[in-house]
């Protein structure tokens, strides 16, 4: 199917590279840019096209969609003097997928609503697997009619898209999600390592766990011991996916939301002292978060 769009996608990492891909799959033209080299080298191996900038990106782009890793990386490049909203179109649609504080999305939305650009915050879920499939979640925070913009462009890179309420109601959706997906990978590890520690073959205790009342989305999609599973970190010595750094900084963002809304979130902050622990050794903090796993096994021989 032939698009008219003409897309700038800023942010080629993990999660950004694979729904670049897809958006061109669909037939948008993409203009991509990352500061890594080997990503961009990757997004024009899929059919982007190279941008030596992101302003250069955004010249002439229908439709911008970020995917950066943290809130300062997004203020940055969006606001002030020589941020990308002052060279930006107002007929342009602003999608950042990044997952951020939501007063930092309300702060960027507001900033482009000031210039007549429409802006939503979109979240995702559903890990490289999904973004490489092409079926993530979206969650979007903004108005109704910036968010019917951009559901094409939402759907050429995922399979369920939900409009959580006005700007940064994406954001707070989504580190709800992730605090729990960290509370589940959690206890799928130690529940785990428990039945292997007993005895038990992982595999097998995970089939019986997956069709009993402790089935989960780790134990389904993104079991996390080796051997169990093929296709997830846990089967490479968790090399990629969706890093113990990242979930750090969603646990933070988290708590930050629950201390402004006097939420009690017990588990939660469980959750982040535990991966804090892990992520205590440097060479932990880059590998997969399922890796939480290993916080739970005994050294070889005891």
């Given at each position: 199917m032939e698009q008219s769009q003409r897309i700038a996608f800023l942010g080629l990492g993990n999660m950004g590279g694979p729904m670049a891909a897809n958006l061109v799959k669909h037939g948008f033209s993409v203009t991509a840019f990352d500061v890594s080299k080997p990503m961009l080298e990757s997004a024009v191996a899929n059919g982007c096209r190279r941008a030596d900038s992101a302003h250069a990106a955004i010249n002439g782009a229908d439709v911008v969609v970020s995917m950066l890793p943290h809130g300062e990386a997004v203020r940055s490049l969006y606001l002030g003097?020589?941020?990308?909203?002052?060279?930006?179109?107002?007929?342009?649609?602003?999608?950042?997928?990044?997952?951020?504080?939501?007063?930092?999305?309300?702060?960027?939305?507001?900033?482009?609503?000031?210039?007549?650009?429409?802006?939503?915050?979109?979240?995702?879920?559903?890990?490289?697997?999904?973004?490489?499939?092409?079926?993530?979640?979206?969650?979007?925070?903004?108005?109704?009619?910036?968010?019917?913009r951009a559901r094409p462009v939402l759907e050429a890179m995922g399979a369920n898209i939900f409009h959580a309420g006005p700007a940064g109601s994406g954001q707070v959706a989504k580190i709800c999600n992730n605090m729990l997906l960290a509370i589940h990978m959690?206890?799928?590890?130690?529940?785990?390592?428990?039945?292997?520690?007993?005895?038990?073959?992982?595999?097998?205790?995970?089939?019986?766990?997956?069709?009993?009342?402790g089935g989960n989305w780790s134990l389904e999609k993104y079991n996390p011991y080796p051997g169990v599973m093929d296709n997830v970190p846990a089967a490479r010595d968790y090399q990629g996916g969706f890093s113990v750094a990242l979930m750090l900084k969603d646990l933070g963002l988290a708590m930050d939301t629950a201390a402004g809304s006097a939420s009690s979130t017990p588990l939660g902050a469980l959750a982040k002292n535990l991966y804090q622990l892990h992520g205590g050794d440097p060479i932990n903090r880059v590998l997969d978060f399922s890796s939480i796993q290993n916080l739970f096994r005994r050294p070889v021989g005891n």
């Open positions: 003097v020589h941020g990308l909203l002052q060279a930006m179109d107002a007929k342009t649609l602003l999608i950042d997928c990044s997952t951020i504080s939501a007063s930092d999305a309300r702060q960027v939305i507001a900033a482009a609503g000031e210039r007549g650009i429409d802006a939503i915050d979109a979240p995702v879920s559903g890990g490289t697997a999904a973004a490489a499939a092409g079926t993530l979640s979206f969650m979007c925070g903004g108005e109704e009619k910036a968010l019917e959690i206890g799928t590890a130690e529940a785990l390592q428990m039945g292997v520690d007993n005895g038990l073959d992982p595999k097998v205790l995970s089939d019986i766990m997956r069709a009993s009342s």
